[in-house]
Structure formats: C-alpha cells, structure tokens
C-alpha cells in the first residue's frame, strides 16, 4: 500500500465529506488538493461522487408510497396469528387464506394446517369460555338459527352482548335447550331475573324445566315482523284489485257501446270496484289496528299495563271480525296474538312498577310520570313538544331534568325485544355461509372471538374500546390473541 492510499484509509467521515465539498466548490485543482491532502486524485473524484449521488438523492421527487414504514419479523408463530385473524376478523376461507399467504408472502400452506392451527386454539378458546362466570347476567335473550337445516342454539347478555351461549343441537326441543341451560347455571352460575325470546316452544318448554320461576318475556321484534308482512300482502292485493279494475276500463274504452262484450265488461267493472273498495277499505282499517298496536300497545311509551290489555283484546276482536276477507293473512297473525298476550305485555308490567317507583323516589304523582314519558313520543323538531317540555320545566323546576333522566334510564333497562340476538345472528350467518358443516370446536372458538373483540364502533358510546366480556365484568382483558399465547407484534418507536 502507497502512502497516498494509507494517508486515505485513515481519513475520518467528516473529513472525507469537507474533502468532497472542496472538490465540488473548483476554488483549487483536484491535483493541488491531491498533493496538499497527500491522497490521490482517485480518491477525491470517488469522494465527489458519494456526494453527488447524495445531493441528487436528496432532491429527486420521491415516490412516499414506497417509502418502508417499518420492518416486520414473518415467523411462523406470526404466520398463525394472520390465519386466524384472516378466518375470525376477516371472515376468510380455508383457500382464501392460502390464497393470500401464496400471493402476498410467497408462502405455502395445506387446508389441513389451517384447520389444525384453528381446532389446537379452539381448546384454549373453550377453557377460557368455561370459566368465565356468568352469575352477573339480569336478562338473557335466547333465538335458534339454522346452518344447512341444523338447529344451532344462541343465547347473550342484553346489556354487555355477552355471548354465553352458541351450540350446535340434533333437534331444538325442550331436551337439549333444557340441558344447555342447566349445564349453564350449574358451571358458570347463569340464573338471569327473566329472559326474552319468541314463541318457540322447545326454547320456552327448556327454559321453564330448568328455570320455572324465572319469566320469558315475549319478543315483540318477531311478531312485529308477522304483522307487517300481513300488511305488506294486503297492500298488494289492493293494488293487484287497482290494476285489474284499471284493464277493464280500458277495455270498455276500446270497444263500442254495441258491441257484444260491453255490457259483459260493465257487470265486471262494478265487480272489481266493489272488490277494490273492500280490499283498500281493509287495508286502511288494518293500517289503523297496527298502528295502535305499533304506537300504544307495545310501545315503552304507551299507556298503562290494564289499558294496553284492553285496547290489545279490542285490536284483537277487531282482526277476527275481518278474518273472513283475507283469512290465509289474517288468522295466522292474530292467532299468534292471542296466544302470546302476557308474554308480549310482560315488558309493560316491569315499566310499570319502575314508573311508580321514580314517582315516590321524586314526590311526584304517576300521572306526572307518564306525562312526562309521554314526550318520548313527540318529535324534538316539533312545537308542541317544547311547548310540553316549558310547562312540566316551569312547573316542577330543575327537579324536571332529573325525572327526564330517571324515565329516560327505565326505558333503556326495560328491553322489549330479542333484536340484539338476532344481530348476533346476523354477524353469525358471515362465518357460517363459509362451512358446510360446523364443528362444536369452531363455534367455541368463534364464540371466543366475538366475546374478546373491542367494539370499534356503537351507537352506545360507552362500549366503544371494550369487548362484552369487559362489559360483563368490568374488568379490562389482554387482547384475545394474547389470551390464545401469542405475542402480537408492536411497532418499535423509531419505525413508529
């Protein structure tokens, strides 16, 4: 090695980079620079050019989308924890999974790893379902769902969404809801006040056997549904009877006052006014029925217990009476009126007995009460409804605000319907479409999931960020990944 190239070698980085910039200002010749610095004129022009490269880099427009946020450590533990996020937050197949590890990761993996990684963490899901206590429960909402004609049973929390229950059943009788639900008090300590679901009657049979001094409350989600079919039938024929009234007319139009057909033509025109007028009349009376039924019978903010049993009977009597002009309509919907009466009017007896209580607890009369719930009716956009909420403010002083408060919260603890099951059910069919058969080890693991997941949304503010279980128990939980044994990978600060 020459003295030139031993004199570079042990150049500093700062001092090679003020080299650099002597060379790229030309106030001297690269061979005077050499000779002072004793280096070679190679090694200042290979100085030059680092810092050139590094000007040109530095102003060069840069694409930011291909700029590396950070790094990220693919082993196989990681590979695991993306299948199974894939499959429960993405709702992926078995090949969509292969599919994605194929194209994004250029890794391969057969159907049967996959179902072998999500049947090893459906045990540890299982366990961790088992344990968790189920005695803080008030009020349990039950439905059935079927996957390829097999019954899978369903039970949650109404106010955390709780998932407690999720089996698959042989057949939805009384035996096997029975057997669910006592296997759930007797291990986990469920025992609500009262349940809530529709008229099935292996669900109700099953419940009574294992709980009979705890109520089930009807479902008015189910028979809602039911009477707005009817409605939404009875609409069409009237406007099926609108549309042949209207050929006939143009029919009649069409042909000549002599013709042999008019007068066949007219006998028909009054027959299908006549039938038209029925089937709007019955329509508009039905309309009127359901209203009531919609707004005062089974609405929170309706009258009392004893008068929503009289006008119930009275829209009842009133349906049979037009029985005969739609029957295959009608009947099936108030014969499943009349059968579900107190089930359906339970929710207005517990209303009822909150009620009577907040008027004692604010020395207040009843009536004031329900005057006051009475507002939950009335649009807030509406000039009579400030008109109501001045007086009652003007007559009972801020003590008002507190009753709006405490009426407000006994409508919200008073739930109706089994609809937050039926969501559940609905988020349930995403998964199942994906199966043609469902394993017990699956919906264990999914019932994990759906239990452990944060809301990212709600339109409860207080659930966003928590998952049912946090709700259920007030208590904060790892990440349901971490409670399978995985470490989730985190961002270092500097790639952050």
Not at 52 to 73: G, M
Not at 100 to 117: A, P
Not at 174 to 192: A, I, M, S, V
Not at 362 to 376: G, N
Request: hydrophobic letters at 40%.
């Amino acid at each position: 090695m020459n003295q030139a190239a031993s004199v570079a070698a042990s150049l500093a980085p700062e001092h090679r980079k003020k080299l650099a910039i002597k060379v790229l200002a030309k106030n001297e010749s690269i061979t005077n620079l050499a000779l002072k610095e004793q280096v070679s004129r190679k090694f200042l022009y290979q100085q030059k050019q680092k810092v050139t490269e590094a000007l040109d880099y530095a102003f060069t427009p840069i694409n930011k989308n291909e700029d590396v946020l950070f790094y990220l450590p693919i082993t196989k533990t990681w590979l695991h924890q993306l299948i199974l996020a894939l499959i429960l937050i993405c709702h992926s197949s078995y090949r969509g999974v292969q599919e994605l590890l194929r194209d994004l990761f250029d890794y391969q993996i057969s159907l049967g790893s996959i179902h072998n990684l999500v049947y090893s963490n459906a045990e540890i899901a299982k366990n961790i379902n088992e344990k968790q206590d189920l005695s803080s429960i008030k009020i349990g909402l039950h439905d059935e769902i079927f996957q390829g004609g097999q019954p899978v049973l369903t039970g949650i929390d109404n106010f955390s969404t709780y998932c407690y229950l999720l089996t698959i059943a042989e057949h939805r009788d009384e035996d096997n809801w029975g057997y669910c639900l006592l296997n759930l008090t007797e291990k986990q300590g469920l025992k609500p006040e009262r349940t809530i679901a529709d008229a099935a009657k292996g669900l109700r049979a099953g419940q009574s056997a294992v709980w009979p001094d705890i109520p089930c409350n009807g479902d008015i989600f189910h028979i809602k549904r039911q009477y707005q079919k009817m409605l939404l039938s009875v609409e069409k024929l009237g406007i099926k009877a609108i549309r042949f009234r209207e050929k006939i007319e143009e029919k009649i139009t069409k042909i000549n006052r002599k013709h042999h057909d008019f007068k066949e033509l007219c006998e028909k025109l009054i027959s299908a006014l006549k039938k038209e007028e029925v089937a709007l009349q019955l329509y508009d009376e039905l309309q009127i029925l359901i209203d009531w039924l919609s707004n005062d019978v089974l609405a929170l903010g309706g009258v009392d217990y004893n008068q929503r049993l009289e006008l119930y009977d009275f829209i009842v009597e009133e349906l049979k009476l037009r029985e005969q002009l739609c029957a295959h309509r009608i009947r099936p919907v108030r014969t499943a009126l009349e059968n579900q009466r107190e089930d359906l009017l339970a929710f207005a007896q517990i209303l009822d007995q909150k009620l009577a209580e907040i008027a004692r607890n604010f020395e207040v009369t009843l009536d004031v009460v329900r005057e006051i719930l009475s507002l939950k009716k009335i649009s807030r956009s509406s000039l009579s409804y400030w008109e109501l909420y001045n007086q009652f403010y003007q007559k009972l002083g801020s003590k008002f605000y507190f009753l709006v408060e405490a009426i407000t919260q006994a409508m919200k603890d008073t739930p109706r319907a089994s609809s937050m099951v039926e969501n559940l059910n609905s988020r349930l069919r995403n998964y199942f479409f994906l199966r043609k058969e469902l394993g017990q080890e699956y919906l264990d693991l999914l019932r994990f999931f759906l239990n452990h997941r944060t809301f990212m949304r709600s339109e409860h503010p207080e659930r966003v960020s928590k998952s049912p279980t946090e709700l259920l128990t007030g208590k904060k939980h790892p990440h349901w990944l971490e409670l399978l044994g995985f470490e989730r990978f985190k961002k270092s600060e500097i790639a952050a």
